[in-house]
């Protein structure tokens, strides 16, 4: 991209009162100062896909270990059964404790089931915000491309290349406005019952 830049400072200079590198020259501050703000929006949208990601992986963490202590409260249930078969005068003993590995397996699926709703709502965020994320890279790519065309403009001195140019820039435009206002981005059931 340096010898791109060298060509267009060159052009620029050369072509010193034409109007085409007037223009060309407009149309680059203005997009590079679009990709620029792009980029730092895109650059947020990373670091809350990262974060959500981790969450996720949390929620879905937290959901594996209430799944062990489930199964540690199911099997414990299972022995003290199997010792009250053996042993039915240790009955008065062992009903208690058989109740309150029952409340836990009951307790522990009804845990797991809030935990597996926040952990799925999360997930859907994280969608959402992947598919924000690549339209900005979309709207990045778009500006870049956009960029180069105007430089070969400069270079050329062809006016359909700076046509060309803006069209990309404008596309890149929509690609960003649609990230920031997730334009077309369905939002799932689950991330609205999560807020």
């Not at 060509?7 to 407009?26: C, D, M, Y």
């Not at 990045?140 to 956009?146: D, H, N």
């Not at 803006?166 to 689950?190: E, K, N, T």
């Amino acid at each position: 991209m340096g010898e791109l830049a060298e060509s267009i400072q060159e052009a620029a200079e050369h072509g010193h009162g034409s109007s085409l590198n007037t223009r060309v020259g407009i149309a680059v501050a203005i997009t590079a100062t679009v990709m620029a703000l792009t980029s730092i929006l895109g650059g947020h949208v990373v670091q809350e896909l990262n974060l959500t990601a981790s969450e996720v992986n949390n929620a879905w963490a937290y959901f594996q270990a209430k799944s062990t202590k489930q199964h540690l409260a199911e099997n414990s249930q299972e022995l003290l059964a199997a010792q009250g078969d053996l042993n039915p005068g240790a009955a008065p003993v062992l009903v208690p404790r058989l109740e309150r590995y029952r409340g836990e397996v009951r307790r522990y699926d009804q845990e797991k089931a809030e935990i597996q709703q926040k952990a799925e709502a999360l997930e859907a965020k994280r969608a959402l915000l992947q598919a924000r994320h690549d339209r900005f890279g979309i709207a990045e790519a778009t500006f870049s491309l956009s960029l180069a065309l105007f430089g070969l403009t400069a270079l050329t001195q062809r006016r359909w290349l700076l046509a060309l140019g803006i069209l990309f820039a404008c596309a890149g435009l929509l690609a960003a406005a649609s990230a920031v206002s997730s334009v077309g981005l369905s939002r799932p059931a689950a991330v609205d019952a999560a807020h």
